[in-house]
Structure formats: structure tokens, C-alpha cells
DNA sequence: GGTTACGGT
């Protein structure tokens, strides 16, 4: 451990220091925190626990020293805490006792604090050009009297604690008993611990990090920063907005809907364009497909479901079971659904009459617009809708691995004809060991072409070299493998998120929103600003999605690709110490220019192409990074139901050089 | 508002 700066108090040292002591010093982690609440005098108070070094192995620092704050009326001077983890350094705080223990105090206007938030702390080799003295620990917020800045000594104590946060956050899991409500975390912090509960028994949500066997437990309150304000933003372009969205499990007779489906046949008849769609959801009132196992005997012994060998008609090509919905598109959207949509193509279906039929089977139709007979409902999806398709596709991934893999489809045939990808399977079991053999060559020199285009970006930094490598799809885990937990009384569940962090080597597909909004205005006030126009207190902070696929991997189809949350923090450590505070790029012509040079250097071409409307593949290189996976809150979930809990990522430690 | 999960136009 680091020295201890001069002046400074070991947590473990105030247990033995005389009370009433003034003047103490003290840098630690924040443990568990209360928000401020104002008493029954009307005064403000706040409550959170501390941890260091000297208290993590001993049985009373287990759960961490306790602070109490007072304040008179203004809330605008207590400490900012955003999240479990964050450090705390405190000047001229007092000894105290409080409920017969031990409590650390301010003592009005002599008390100084600066937190330093654990999301945009350096780590490893890069923390150390934050020790040279002269470049400021990210995203610090402090309420000084006086203008003292850090001392080096300071910063590496600072640093060096923040390395700790792993052994220190072992003391977070303690505090399950305590009437703090401790912050929940979306950078894998750790809270309290419940085990051995039947599923209908958990009051919170048990999430297990892979790496320990401790079950986690996030609390209550949704993540103060980024993640939260991203998962907001989402909402809003998720189809789910639309009010009349449906997914096909939730469609209903007499109804209009809006669908975001995946083509798997199509059919020009006589009536108009027939789109039989899925978006990999069930619905028991529509027509059931055998799958080819069930359906062996149809096609002869071996359960073909090609009929590779007897030449048969094909059989369906999945999804099979109640996922299937028939849309008949009526002029003008026909002529849109022949000649634009392709089987395999994702589209969003809107206004879609839904209507049970003669025999009692549910199927949609789209009609012209009464208003405007022009008007086209069907929409292709592309890589723009980054939400819709990658909801469909998650949904096809976590269907298909429940299948045998003797019936999952060939990966890239998503995007071809049906009857050509049965044809084609015809004629490959033909000549399949000839073509095989050559194709396996090109891929050889293809694949040698690409190692060479795709030598890694020299631009970037991952600050945390020691996690292993997984691929895209390891970290998606579609088979839920990794999200299993076992109950005691044997049953399982698949957890919705597990707090732990990856490391990927990928290159970026896509990105949202615009450049221009990279930078979102939050309703957080700057409470030491002294101008009280409207500009000056709007606080502006990064928030941006990245779509990611693993490194190497070729084609804009959007599996294996993940969506990656970029709060505010990271933002910063992605966007170095040379960038500006993020403010309104619209107006800020300079900075939307330097936020522009930054991410070419992270993604190459891909806003252009966007802007181009290309939909090939951009160039850029390969780079590896730190993600987290989290869960948020759904919009009107119940914390305690584990399945209102949705997993995100999160972008971090990585650094554009 | 045509008829049924094919039809292979």
C-alpha cells in the first residue's frame, strides 16, 4: 500500500483515538451510503461507511466505519457520492458517537471533502501518468474552502486505494443487516448476500458474479450515472415506445399492431405479398410447426429435414412451433414487401390488423392507410435500428441454442432466399467434400488477407490487461450457461445478469445517437455554480451506445455483436484528459470537431459511411477493452422480481491514445 | 376484406 499521506488518519486509528478529536483527516472507500434525508429539525443528513487498508481484515471494519453529515438547509454541500466504490478524502472531520458507536462527523464549515468516483478512476499502467503530478484524477468533485489541490502523495494513496477496490469491495457484502441503503452499482459493487432461497422466497434479485461464489444482491436504487440515463434513452427508440408495439407472444385478435419481425417466407400470391414473420416469441394462437425431429416420420427415417436425400419438397425452415405469424400485405405495401424485402431481412410491420381467422388462428394484414393511401407500414430494418434488430436477433440466438444443433441454421444463410439456401443444401450434399475442401482454402486466404487489414489499433490502451479474452458471444452467453444458477430444491433459473467484467478484442459496427448527441444535458445542477442563468446550471454529460462485434469477424450481419452502454465516466477515460468537457455539440462546432477526430481514430470510416448511407462494413481496427455486464431496473419493475431486471453493458478502461 | 400454412407462381 501506498504511504499514507501526511496529516492523514487509518480508519483503524480512530478506533482508539480520543473522541471529540478535531481536526481529522481521513482518505477511504466508500462502502454503503445513505442519501441525504432531512430531519425532524429540518436539517439535512446523510450517513455512509467507510473502508481502507487497515480495516478490511478486522471483524469490526468488516462493515465499515460510519460517517454522519449534518447540514442546515441546503442539501448543496453534502458530500457526492455516485457510487459504492468511489473514494473519499476528508478534511477536518470530528470523532463522534452516535447510537453508541463511533461515528466520524463534519464540523461545519471547517470540514472539507473531495470524492474521486471509482468508474473514471485509472488503473494499471495508466494510473501511473496521473502520478507525475500534473494531470488531475478524472471527474473529482470537491467542496474545499480553500482552493488546495491534491498532493502527489495524495494521488497515489488515492490510486493505490482505488486498485484495491476488489479486496476492499469483499466489506461491501456485509452490510445486509444495516439500515443503510446501500447504492446499486453497475460497475460489478458488491452488496449484500442472500443464498439458498427458493425462487419464490428471494425479495431482491441474487445475481452471481462468475468469479466468486457469493450471490449478489442489487439493490433498490437504479445507477445514479451513465447507465441509467443510456437505458432512458434507449427506452425511448426501443420499439417498445410505440404505443401499439407488440411482440408476437402479446398480439391479440381485434387489434392493430406494431411488429419488428424477422422475414422467414415470403410468398407473392394472387391477394398481395405474404410475409410469414417471427420475432422468436410464442403465440398459441398460431399454427404450429412441427419441428424436424417431430416430423421425421413425414420425410422418412432419418429425420431429414431437407430432404437432402429423397429430393422431397423442404421442410420449414424454422423457427418452428407457435412463432410463425402470416402477414398479407396489401397494395401499396406488396409492392414494397416484393421488391425490397428479402427473406431473412428484419422489418417493422406497422399497423398490422391482427385477426383470428376461420379457424381460429391469428394473422395480420396491412391495409392502405385510410388517411394516406400512399403511405408505406413496412419498414426494413438495418443496422440503424440498432435496438430492434439486436432484440430480434438475442431472441433467435437464445431459440436456436435450445434446438439440436443438427437444425440450427447455417449463420450466414440468414440473409439469403430460403428456397436458394434449400437448394444449395441439396447440391452441397452432393459434392460436399470437393466443394468443402475448396472453400475451406479460400476461407484459409481470406482469413490470412483480413489478419493482415485488421493488424490491432495502435491508438487505444485497455487499462486492465489481466482479464481473459472471451469472445462476443462467450460474454452473450444466448445458451445461459454461464447465467445458471441452481436452486437448493433443484430447480434452476437463468439469471438475467450477472455483475462481472470482460475483456473482448472487437472493432466497432455502429454507433448512436448522432455524433451531435453524444453529449446529453442532465437535470443535475451544478451546485457550486455562483450564475444562476438556465445555461450555466445545465450540466452536460457523455452518454453513448456502441455496437461492437469480435475482432476478425466479417459481414454487417449484426450477430454476435453487442450493445455497449458509454457513460459519463468512461466517456471521459475513453476521450483522454485533452478533451474538453462534453457541453452542447450542436453549438459547439471545436468540440463535435475534436469529439469527431477522437472516435475516427476508434472507429475509421464508420460515420461516413453512415453518413453515406453505406451499409458495407467499416474500416477500422481492432482494439481490445474492458466490458461490464449490469442490470437495470425495467421501466416499472419490481425490484424483487428478478426478471424485471435487464442486462446491459458497459464500456470500460479503454483509452484513445 | 380472398384461402389456409401449401403454393414453389
Not at 157 to 177: C, Q, V
Request: glycine letters at 6%; charged letters at 25%.
Amino acid at each position: 500500500m501506498a504511504q499514507l499521506p501526511p496529516g492523514f488518519t487509518t480508519l483503524s486509528t480512530l478506533t482508539t483515538e480520543p473522541l471529540k478529536t478535531p481536526g481529522i483527516n481521513v482518505i477511504a472507500m466508500v462502502c454503503d451510503k445513505m442519501e441525504p434525508t432531512t430531519t425532524r429539525k429540518g436539517d439535512i443528513t446523510m450517513k455512509f461507511k467507510l473502508v481502507d487498508p487497515s480495516t478490511q481484515d478486522t471483524v469490526s471494519g468488516g462493515n465499515g466505519f460510519a460517517a454522519r453529515f449534518f447540514y442546515s438547509q441546503t442539501m448543496a454541500d453534502t458530500p457526492k457520492i455516485a457510487q459504492l466504490g468511489d473514494i473519499i478524502m476528508l478534511r477536518g472531520v470530528k470523532l463522534g458517537v452516535y447510537d453508541g458507536n463511533r461515528v466520524l462527523m463534519n464540523n461545519k464549515g471547517n470540514t472539507q471533502w473531495s470524492v474521486f468516483p471509482i468508474a473514471g478512476m485509472p488503473k494499471g499502467e495508466y494510473a501511473v501518468t496521473y502520478m507525475g503530478g500534473k494531470q488531475e484524477l478524472p471527474s473529482m468533485r470537491s467542496r474545499t474552502t480553500t482552493t488546495t489541490s491534491i498532493s502527489l502523495v495524495e494521488k497515489k494513496y488515492i490510486l493505490d486505494l482505488a486498485s484495491r477496490f476488489d479486496t476492499l469491495s469483499h466489506a461491501f457484502t456485509r452490510g445486509a443487516g444495516s439500515r443503510v441503503q446501500p447504492a446499486h452499482d453497475p460497475l460489478a459493487v458488491r452488496v449484500s448476500a442472500v443464498r439458498g432461497h427458493d425462487l419464490d422466497v428471494i425479495r431482491v434479485p441474487a445475481v452471481r458474479c462468475h468469479d466468486h461464489d457469493a450471490i449478489r444482491v442489487p439493490a433498490e436504487k437504479r445507477p445514479a450515472s451513465g447507465p441509467e440515463l443510456n437505458l432512458e434513452r434507449r427506452k425511448m427508440q426501443r420499439p417498445g415506445e410505440s404505443k401499439k408495439f407488440r411482440l408476437i407472444s402479446d398480439i391479440q385478435d381485434y387489434t392493430f399492431a406494431d411488429l419488428c419481425v424477422e422475414v422467414v417466407k415470403k410468398w407473392e400470391g394472387d391477394f398481395g405479398c405474404e410475409l410469414y414473420v417471427t420475432d422468436y416469441t410464442e403465440n398459441t394462437l398460431l399454427l404450429y410447426y412441427k419441428n424436424p425431429s417431430e416430423s421425421k416420420d413425414d420425410f422418412g427415417r432419418d429425420g431429414d429435414p431437407y430432404s437432402y436425400t429423397n429430393g422431397f419438397k423442404a421442410g420449414w425452415p424454422g423457427p418452428w412451433g407457435h412463432r410463425v405469424l402470416k402477414v398479407v400485405c396489401k397494395p401499396p405495401h406488396a409492392d414494397v414487401a416484393n421488391a425490397k424485402v428479402e427473406v431473412g431481412a428484419h422489418v417493422r410491420l406497422t399497423n398490422t390488423k391482427i385477426r383470428l381467422n376461420n379457424v381460429n388462428m391469428l394473422e395480420g394484414t396491412l391495409w392502405p392507410d385510410q388517411r394516406y393511401p400512399g403511405k408505406i407500414y413496412i419498414t426494413v430494418l438495418s443496422r440503424g435500428d440498432l435496438v430492434e434488430v439486436q432484440d430480434i436477433v438475442e431472441r433467435k440466438r437464445q431459440y436456436y441454442a435450445t434446438q439440436s444443433h443438427e437444425v440450427e441454421p447455417v449463420r450466414d444463410s440468414a440473409t439469403h432466399d430460403t428456397a436458394n439456401r434449400t437448394k444449395s443444401a441439396l447440391k452441397r450434399s452432393k459434392k460436399k467434400a470437393k466443394k468443402a475442401a475448396k472453400e475451406a482454402e479460400a476461407l484459409a486466404v481470406k482469413e490470412a488477407e483480413l489478419e493482415m487489414a485488421l493488424a490491432p489499433n495502435q491508438h487505444t490502451r485497455c487499462s486492465d490487461g489481466t482479464i481473459p479474452l472471451s469472445s462476443i458471444a462467450t460474454i452473450l452467453d444466448s445458451s445461459g450457461e454461464r447465467h445458471k444458477e441452481v436452486l437448493p430444491n433443484g430447480r434452476s433459473l437463468i439469471l438475467p445478469f450477472v455483475n462481472t467484467n470482460y475483456r473482448a478484442k472487437v472493432q466497432v459496427l455502429d454507433f448512436q445517437p448522432a455524433l451531435e448527441d453524444f453529449a446529453v444535458v442532465t437535470d443535475e445542477l451544478e451546485d457550486d455554480s455562483m450564475d444562476l442563468s438556465i445555461e450555466s446550471s445545465q450540466r452536460w454529460e457523455w452518454n453513448f451506445t456502441l455496437l461492437l462485434h469480435d475482432a476478425k469477424k466479417e459481414g454487417s450481419n449484426p450477430e454476435d455483436c453487442i450493445l455497449v452502454n458509454v457513460g459519463h465516466p468512461q466517456a471521459q477515460f475513453l476521450l483522454g484528459n485533452d478533451m474538453p468537457d462534453p457541453a452542447n455539440l450542436r453549438e459547439q462546432s471545436m468540440l463535435l470537431n475534436k469529439l469527431r477526430e477522437k472516435m475516427y481514430i476508434l472507429w475509421g470510416n464508420l460515420e461516413e459511411q453512415k453518413a453515406a448511407g453505406a451499409d458495407d462494413m467499416p474500416s477500422n481496427r481492432p482494439f481490445e477493452c474492458c466490458l461490464s455486464e449490469y442490470g437495470v431496473l425495467k421501466s416499472g419493475g419490481k425490484p424483487e422480481n428478478i426478471f424485471d431486471w435487464e442486462r446491459q453493458y458497459m464500456l470500460h478502461g479503454l483509452t484513445i491514445l
